[in-house]
């Protein structure tokens, strides 16, 4: 006989509750003919040999994984033969006779597509069975607990129990009865759901698609509630919040969805930060599950560790404590640029254009040529900054380094001295050189140690290569000045962590919004960026293997965090330029010769370029830091390593294609330079190479030795160059001897806080030397509890 009714069970080791549930369906459809469907997601308490053993009358599904209730609902729908579908949770006891009277109500409702049953608990008392669809006022209401309760009305979000049949905007999918054309017409469950939600959809169509939705209290079930989820209370909540959102991006639009996503994810935070703090630790492991802070945590316990955070401060205070060069074209269009928008409101840079010679022209009107990226990001700060400090400051300061023999003896006997304009422009330079790049080129330092302490734990070269690139490679010289080079350096180093983090499986995929940003963000601040970023792109997006689907989705997220960063730059470009795709570069007024070489003065790489900027004296990036040389090395132990093979293609990617651009540049030597400025981007990446080949190297003392020599020689030179005289060398073919060594011997040192404090020449160092050795005192004795152990890398000694 044709069933009338298809009950279908979805279980996932919840085989007991099943048993019984199984025990109470004859009473419950008495006098209705049925048949019984158990979808089990992957169970591993016997229920499947349980069942055919117990119940041989049941169909059985058996799923390899665990689908999500939806789509297991819907496997059985597929093949059962019912009139009617029966959605029944294990957790329910069908009372006597209540699942006809649910078959007989719709029997005799021809307009009610979908009916749900009375919920009770299991002491007799009503349950939450039909509610009103979502909408965004009552859920954000909904997630202030109860003050949001209280404000809504004590049965809200479900309704009073009633005594007869009534129209609901939907049911419970504990216990409910859907016709089988029902869902000819409007398709199964969303599978989107995994979870919590689908029942909500399912009913929202059939109101779409002209059915009605009825609750019918004389079908009485009890509900133990929730028996499978309440084991994973946080995976409930994020579940919960999940199917809740999609409901509201179906219904209401994305921008609600959005919206209610941002206040989830911000009161489950502060949820998190309140339960921390009174100490109520699964209460606060619940919420962070919620949000996927367990994730996230063990991603910054990897990177922001204690010895990180030294390093950190190490290398910014480090940096910082030389100023800015003054004179510098580079910096002072950026700046410019700032001062014109804040100052001004507009993005000419006619009050200020004297102090550079990186300028545009157009319709007789300065601008700054450079990518406006950097600028845009310190409009804020100086915003902030300029009424209340900047302004203030500079004539009381102008007088006391009048006063100062020691600042005196730094500026240019054939200059102008020292004017309140100078010092206004300087002080703005300093704190927006500290803050915009200092602070962000320092966290490179976080990146590096992470990625290291991820592959080798405890393994001292967790600090010794952040510390190396902080300290002991061009980046220093860069690090404190208004460019875009370690800015976006810091940004790529950014983008790569959470990339990692997500492949990694820490982060969740939200996190592809705020790497699209960094990665449009450093584009725009630096064209030649594209080809790293690009690669830091693919490289997060995963493999096709995963399937098409999952690609779009990520890209597309991707997509939306890149949009605001290339809007900003589509804005500036178009309204100074007309066109959101020209650049500044076309209209510099004393670089055109030089820019309409080739393509934008790109000629293809030429061997006395890619020489210049590798070991030459002149700027040859290993001959100022040779333990860079390790890098390449350690590249190709990662490209053998199968976990960090597609770490080890970025970075070989990132560094060969930025010698690569920088080789073809007919600019390649960058003018004023402490090394190769233009590669300073790639940098970090070839450090963490040496990381990794820094282990299977020193595997005794003679490799330590070998390490040691190439670190003194590779922070000696970057010391000498980076602090030699008030601007960076030129032309000279050898530096180190033609300019930097006679500005030591001459006590010709850059201007630092040593300065302020009255002392000259090379004693105004002094201060910085005791911050290297408050620095090896942190540092030190962490490294003597440290176990010095041989870690093996494909290709490396062991």
């Known amino acids: ?201 399912w009913c929202w169509r059939a109101w779409q698609a002209g059915w009605e939705v009825a609750v019918v209290p004389q079908a009485r079930v009890i509900h133990l509630g929730s028996a499978t989820a309440r084991r994973m209370d946080g995976l409930r909540r994020r579940w919960l919040y999940a199917g809740k959102a999609r409901f509201l991006r179906k219904a209401r639009g994305p921008l609600t969805a959005s919206v209610y996503r941002a206040a989830v994810w911000g009161t489950t935070l502060l949820k998190w930060i309140g339960m921390r703090l009174i100490g109520r630790r699964e209460q606060a492991a619940a919420y962070g599950t919620a949000i996927g802070l367990e994730g996230w945590q063990r991603w910054a316990q990897i990177f922001f560790t204690p010895i990180a955070w030294t390093l950190f401060l190490l290398i910014f205070l480090s940096t910082v ?63 902030l900054l300029h009424p209340i400090l900047v302004a203030p400051l500079a004539e009381p300061l102008s007088r006391v380094l009048e006063r100062s ?58 600090w010794i290569i952040p510390l190396a690139y902080g300290l002991a490679t061009p980046a220093f010289a860069y690090a404190n000045l208004f460019v875009a080079h370690q800015f976006v350096a810091a940004l790529l180093m950014t983008a790569f962590a959470l990339a990692w983090g997500i492949r990694r499986g820490f982060l969740g995929e939200g996190w592809m919004v705020p790497m699209g940003f960094l990665l449009a963000y450093a584009f725009i601040s630096e064209y030649p960026t594209i080809l790293i970023g690009g690669a830091i792109a693919v490289y997060g997006l995963g493999g096709w293997r995963e399937g098409i689907s999952p690609l779009a989705r990520r890209a597309l997220k991707m997509g939306a965090g890149g949009i605001p960063p290339l809007l900003l730059a589509a804005w500036h470009n178009t309204v100074v330029f007309g066109s959101p795709f ?49 890098g390449l090395i350690g590249l190709w132990w990662m490209l053998q390593d199968p976990e960090w093979r597609a770490e080890g293609r970025l970075g070989a990617w990132a560094a060969l294609s930025f010698m690569a651009f920088n080789a073809s540049s007919a600019m390649w030597d960058g ?73 030591w011997q001459a006590g010709d040192i850059a201007r630092n806080w040593g300065v302020l404090l009255g002392l000259r020449g090379i004693p105004s160092l002094l201060p910085l030397m005791a911050l290297w050795g408050w620095g090896l005192w942190r540092l030190l004795p962490r490294a003597e509890r440290w176990r010095i152990a041989v870690h093996r890398i494909p290709g490396g000694n062991g």
Request: charged share 15%.
């Open 1 to 201: 006989m044709t069933p009338l009714v298809s009950v279908i069970l979805v279980t996932y080791n919840t085989r007991d509750l099943l048993a019984r549930c199984l025990e109470s369906l004859p009473a419950a459809l008495e006098g209705i003919p049925y048949e019984v469907w158990v979808v089990d997601n992957a169970s591993t308490d016997d229920t499947i040999p349980w069942l055919r053993a117990q119940h041989p009358e049941v169909h059985v599904l058996a799923n390899p994984t665990n689908r999500g209730f939806a789509a297991a609902n819907n496997q059985a729908m597929a093949q059962a033969r019912g009139r009617y579908f029966l959605l029944l949770n294990t957790d329910t006891l069908p009372q006597p006779g209540s699942l006809a009277a649910l078959v007989d109500y719709l029997e005799h409702h021809p307009e009610v597509g979908i009916a749900g049953s009375s919920l009770l608990n299991p002491d007799g008392t009503p349950q939450g069975c039909a509610a009103d669809f979502p909408t965004l006022g009552t859920e954000l209401l909904l997630l202030l607990g109860p003050i949001g309760h209280r404000l809504l009305g004590s049965h809200f979000p479900f309704h009073p129990p009633a005594e007869a049949p009534r129209r609901v905007d939907w049911v419970s999918g504990a216990c409910l009865l859907i016709r089988r054309e029902v869902v000819e017409a409007i398709g199964g469950l969303d599978e989107g759901y995994f979870v919590y939600g689908e029942e909500v959809d």
């Open 321 to 383: 404590y030389v100023f800015p060069r003054w004179a510098d074209w580079n910096q002072n269009s950026r700046l410019d640029l700032v001062l014109a928008l804040v100052e001004q409101g507009t993005f000419r840079i006619d009050a200020f254009v004297e102090n550079t010679g990186d300028y545009a022209m157009v319709g007789g009107h300065y601008y700054s040529d450079k990518a406006p990226g950097l600028a845009f990001a310190a409009v804020p700060l100086y915003a």
């Open 405 to 462: 023999p020691a600042f005196r003896a730094t500026l240019n006997p054939a200059g102008t001295g020292v004017s309140p304009w100078k010092v206004r422009f300087a002080i703005a330079q300093v704190i927006l050189s500290a803050v915009v790049v200092a602070l962000p080129s320092a966290a490179i330092a976080f990146g590096l140690h992470g990625f290291l302490h991820a592959r080798f734990g405890d393994h001292p070269v967790t």
């Open 582 to 630: 020209e650049l500044g570069y076309a209209y510099s007024t004393l670089w055109q010769e030089v820019h309409r070489q080739g393509f934008f003065s790109l000629r293809g790489p030429s061997s006395e370029a890619l020489w210049g900027i590798t070991f030459s004296p002149y700027r040859g990036l290993f001959f100022r830091s040779p333990f860079l040389l390790l």
């Open 671 to 743: 003018g004023f330079a402490v090394g190769p400025r233009y590669l300073l981007p790639m940098v970090p990446f070839l450090a963490l190479g040496a990381g990794f080949a820094i282990p299977a190297l020193a595997w005794h003392r003679m490799g330590w030795g070998g390490i040691g020599l190439l670190w003194l020689w590779s922070l000696g030179m970057v010391m000498l160059e980076s602090l030699a005289g008030q601007q960076f060398p030129q032309y000279q073919r050898f530096p180190l001897v033609e300019y930097v060594w006679p500005r």
